[in-house]
């Protein structure tokens, strides 16, 4: 059967999206394990609990993403079950309301979904590398030197740095300086806002999501309601209109928070690739030159993975449990999808996405 221009690409695009996922699975096997790790090196628990997720909808749009997404958890083995209105609000008393209101209608529980606390993971992550004889140097790079099919040098603020290998992970920086490299990234900013809500009490035992949205009950009782997808450039500031956004998805799965109890909000920037798979692996014209990018909203969730899928390639090694991977898949020099895909509005693709990853409210 002829197949068409177009459905080739989707399948171009389902294939790389899975690849995307089999590395998201592998990662969190392997963040149970550096947790484990780096506490007994460093001392420092990361926080990383396996406290399991709720993914709720109420729509029937989003119930029958919700369905797909669980047919597709259950092909990579993910524990998940389905659960009635009814169910829900059992297992997570704090939703019956919404339950009630018909603002939830359906839900898949995810018994293994995590929290993990990223600024204490980057402080256990530094003191093992310093542990470990690593250098890590503060500084900005300005240039990045090559010569023939080589890097030589990159020229930063605190002088010229030289290395046998040299990856490039500037987040939504990337593109710039992949220039440099011969080398086109479609990494763009997304900008995303959350805020943190200090409750009496903590009346969540799962982590909630909705749509894109989400819930985080803290053990110290604060709630991160999160996180705004915004297409602003680089502008990493909050804005009073996603707070009472993010406020207003708090307000319909738990009943009135009042303004008050807003602790603190904050923004940054997430590198969204355009077809919404990273981009790890070898720049295509140098033979020490890497790319880890663009990993738009599981960047934390998949850097275990991505760290050691890159130190495999750059070491030639093949790491014991490594799922088998197309690395074409996340090769940094894939062309950018054509049209739709090849300038593909970011909107566009933040639209796609939306559909991929969640089932909406
Ligand atoms: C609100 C919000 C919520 C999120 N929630 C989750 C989540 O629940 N789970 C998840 O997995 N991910 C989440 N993410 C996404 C995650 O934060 C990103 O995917 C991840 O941070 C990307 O990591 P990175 O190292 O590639 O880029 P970044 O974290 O952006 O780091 C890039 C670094 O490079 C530095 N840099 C840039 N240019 C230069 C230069 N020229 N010289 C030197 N340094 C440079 C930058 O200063 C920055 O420190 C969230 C993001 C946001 C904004």
Do not use: K
């Not at 503060?138 to 090559?146: E, F, L, M, Q, Y």
């Amino acid at each position: 059967m002829p197949v068409s221009a177009s459905s080739s690409r989707a399948q171009v695009r389902w294939r790389r999206s899975l690849q995307a996922e089999i590395l998201t699975a592998w990662s969190d096997r392997l963040h149970r394990t550096w947790a484990r790790e780096l506490e007994a090196e460093t001392g420092i628990d990361n926080g990383l609990r396996r406290c399991g997720g709720l993914h709720v909808a109420g729509s029937e749009a989003g119930r029958r993403r919700l369905a797909a997404a669980l047919a597709r958890w259950r092909d990579l083995g993910i524990r998940c079950e389905r659960l009635d209105g009814a169910a829900l609000a059992a297992r997570e008393p704090a939703l019956a309301g919404a339950v009630a209101r018909g603002v939830i209608e359906a839900g898949v529980l995810l018994s293994d979904e995590a929290q993990i606390r990223t600024s204490r993971h980057l402080d256990a992550l530094h003191a093992s590398c310093l542990a470990r004889g690593v250098t890590i140097t503060p500084a900005t790079v300005h240039g990045i030197a090559v010569t023939g099919d080589r890097v030589t040098g990159v020229d930063t603020t605190a002088g010229t740095i030289r290395a046998g290998h040299y990856c490039l992970a500037a987040g939504s920086w990337s593109g710039g300086l992949a220039a440099s490299l011969g080398l086109t990234l479609e990494t763009v900013p997304i900008r995303g806002q959350i805020v943190l809500v200090r409750l009496p009490r903590q009346v969540l035992a799962w982590i909630v999501s909705f749509g894109l949205d989400y819930l985080v009950p803290r053990p110290d009782g604060r709630l991160l309601v999160g996180a705004t997808i915004e297409d602003v450039g680089f502008a990493a500031d909050t804005t009073a209109t996603a707070t009472a956004d993010l406020m207003g998805v708090a307000r319909r799965l738990l009943g009135d928070i009042p303004d008050e109890r807003v602790e603190r909000t904050w923004a940054g920037l997430r590198p969204g690739n355009v077809d919404g798979v990273p981009s790890i692996g070898r720049a295509p014209r140098q033979r020490n030159a890497w790319v880890s990018a663009g990993h738009f909203r599981a960047g934390i969730h998949q850097s275990t993975g991505s760290a050691v899928l890159l130190a495999d390639m750059i070491l030639g090694a093949r790491s014991p449990d490594r799922p088998v991977f197309d690395d074409r898949a996340f090769d940094p020099a894939r062309p950018a999808p054509a049209d739709p895909g090849h300038g593909e509005s970011v909107r566009a693709y933040l639209d796609r996405v939306a559909e991929a990853v969640a089932a909406p409210p």
